[in-house]
């Protein structure tokens, strides 16, 4: 037996180690990457004193961000409690993210004028 020959038997199974091991891997990406959905943002303004919009439909999974463009400090404020987020000035911004269908009725905290729905369906 060679020399030459003796390293190649030497290199065949290193080689196949590592294509084996690139293929574990590979698969263990596209693998992680179907589970995991990306996350969808519905962004909702709090604008002018009121939620734009003031109704929205969504999936379960979906995230909601609400986005104060007011000059004043607003919430969203979930009316069965399911969420509070803390008072928002300009500018600021809160997200939820809705798993459970069903349908939420939210306000603001200092204008309860301020009202909202978020139906997440079936
Ligand atoms: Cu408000």
Known sequence: MSATFI????FVPLAAAIAFG???LCRAQSTTAAAEEPVKTV??????FAFSADTIRIQPGT???????????HTSTAD?????SPLLG??????QRFDEAGTY??????????????????
């Open 43 to 48: 962004e909702v303004e709090m604008r002018n």
């Open 7 to 10: 390293r190649i038997l030497n």
């Open 80 to 84: 069965e409690g399911e969420w509070a």
């Open 105 to 122: 009725t939210y306000h603001c905290t200092p204008h309860p004028f301020m009202r909202g729905v978020v139906i997440v369906e079936e």
């Open 90 to 95: 300009p500018g600021e911004s809160f997200t």
């Open 22 to 24: 690139t293929a574990e």
């Open 63 to 73: 995230s909601v961000r609400w986005v104060n463009r007011d000059e004043v400090g």
